[in-house]
Structures are given as C-alpha cells and as structure tokens.
C-alpha cells in the first residue's frame, strides 16, 4: 500500500528556515517524480516544487532560490528545505507523488500525503 | 505558464441533482486534465486523468470530457459524500503543474 507521511511543520518567524520530510512506504521515492504542493488557508491548491527521478529539480517562481527539494534514497524520504520564510509561505505542505500519463503527456499526482502545517509569523 | 480558470467557483445542488463543473486552459492542453476532490481537513483526492480516464476505485457517476482548452467534470447523480471542493490541475506543460481555482460543491 502506498503511504505518505509529511512530518516537520510548525511555527516559524519571518526569515526562518524548517526542513519538511516526506516518508514514503510501499514504493520507492527515486524511481518517481516527486512534488510537493501547498495550500494556504482557505486558498486553492499551488504548485510549489518537483524532482524527478533522474534528480532533475524545478520551483514556483514564488520559492525559486529560497526552497530546496531533495530525497535520501536510503530513507525512502523526500525532503523540501525552507529558508528565508515569508508570511506568504504559510500554508500546508502536501508531498505528492507523480504518475505518467501513458495516454498522454505529462505527470499528475495520484497518491498525496496528509499534509503539514507551516505557519510563518513572529 | 498555462493558466485554469474553473467555473463556477460555489454551486449549490441536492442529492440526486447532475452536476457539471468546467475548467478552461489558456492554451490547448491535449487532454493532460486531472480532477481531484478536497474534503475539509484532507489532502486532495484523483478522480480523473487523461480529461475521461476514472481513476481505479472512483465511483462511475463521475465523468470527465473535453478537448483543447475546454473541460468537464459531471457528477450524475449527486451523493451526500460528493459535497466538497473540486479542482482541475493541468500537466500538458510542465513545470509548472497548474491548478484551477476550485470549485466549492454545497447541499441545497
């Protein structure tokens, strides 16, 4: 059965670094393209961050230079390192795992954690 | 980027009503649609992929079509488990994945 479970959210001042972690079981996270996306209260849904499997690594323009996705494959873990955290960035994290479109072209998220709360605020 | 505007963005119904919710790309997208739905407190459910495709497990009076820059999701007889926020999410061109607005489902 294919879980995830975020885990690292929480209060965090302006400028601040958090590291959340994604713990994957029943398959293996470096053979998947891997994204995290956020949703702040009461918003929609907004891409934040992909790797893919060959370690290829992109962002919203909104993080570009402030957030760092990553995977220890012996863990089975995905990470995404936070730093220099804005207001704006408060939100909960979900890590989704991303599926090919045989039919098609492109991935889309089929299995996604529970998500994690991060709150920016002093 | 492609953008995803949903419409509309609340609609009440009653159980047993159709539904049909629809989502317009900037640009032609090739049928690389997914639908998901969000319950409150929850991490965001696939019910469709490739515009049509039912995702395994999903009830089939959900129902997916379009072409080019238009789609639909339809729920054909609307179920008390069935209110909740729906969202299209595009993967023609990526990055970045881009998502509709939502759309907030509501019992009449």
């Known amino acids: 059965e294919v879980q995830l479970v975020e885990s690292g959210g929480g209060l965090v001042q302006p400028g601040g670094s958090l590291r959340l972690s994604c713990a994957a079981s029943?398959?293996?996270?470096?053979?998947?393209?891997m994204s995290w996306v956020r949703q702040a209260p009461g918003k929609g849904l907004e891409w934040v961050s992909v790797?893919?499997?060959?370690?290829?690594?992109y962002y919203a323009d909104s993080v570009k230079g402030r957030f760092t996705i990553s995977r220890d494959n012996s863990k089975n873990t995905l990470y995404l390192q936070m730093n220099s955290l804005r207001a704006e960035d408060t939100a909960v994290y979900y890590c989704?795992?991303?599926?090919?479109?045989?039919?098609?072209?492109?991935?889309?998220?089929?299995?996604w954690g529970q998500g994690t709360l991060v709150t920016v605020s002093s | 980027d492609i953008q995803m505007t949903q419409s509309p963005s609340s609609l009440s119904a009653s159980v047993g009503d159709r539904v049909t919710i629809t989502c317009r790309a900037s640009?032609?997208?090739?049928?690389?649609l997914a639908w998901y739905q969000q319950k409150p407190g929850k991490a965001p459910k696939l019910l469709l992929y490739?515009?049509?495709r039912l995702e395994s497990g999903v009830p089939s009076r959900f129902s997916g079509s379009g072409s080019g820059t238009d789609y639909t999701l339809t729920i054909s007889s609307l179920q008390p488990e069935d209110f909740a926020t729906y969202y299209c999410?595009?993967?023609?061109?990526?990055?970045?994945?881009?998502f509709g607005q939502g759309t907030r489902l509501e019992i009449k």
């Open positions: 490739a515009a049509s």
């Open positions: 790797i893919y499997s060959g370690g290829s690594t």
């Open positions: 640009q032609g997208i090739s049928n690389s």
């Open positions: 029943g398959f293996t996270v470096s053979s998947n393209y």
């Open positions: 999410q595009q993967y023609y061109s990526t990055p970045p994945i881009t």
């Open positions: 989704a795992r991303d599926i090919m479109d045989y039919y098609g072209s492109g991935s889309f998220n089929d299995y």
